[in-house]
């Protein structure tokens, strides 16, 4: 089973790449909303984060804390 390292602020760590993903505006804005309300440090983590969760419960993939703990 594959697992990640995934640390306290959500930022997979390791090999990462990146990809281009178009959405509508009003994702842009809500996204954006989210950050400045600081629900996120920036786009990046808040993307990670929503891609992490739909992997996780699609996939059984286990992630791991930095203490090497699966979450």
Do not use: T
């Amino acid at each position: 089973m594959n697992s990640f390292i995934f640390s306290k602020r959500g930022i997979a760590k390791g090999k990462q790449e990146p990809i281009l993903v178009h959405i509508p505006i009003e994702w842009v804005k809500a996204l954006d909303g989210l950050v400045a309300n600081k629900f996120y440090a920036n786009r990046n983590e808040a993307i990670r984060m929503a891609i992490h969760d739909l992997i996780q419960s699609h996939s059984g993939l286990k992630f791991k804390n930095k203490e090497g703990k699966e979450q």
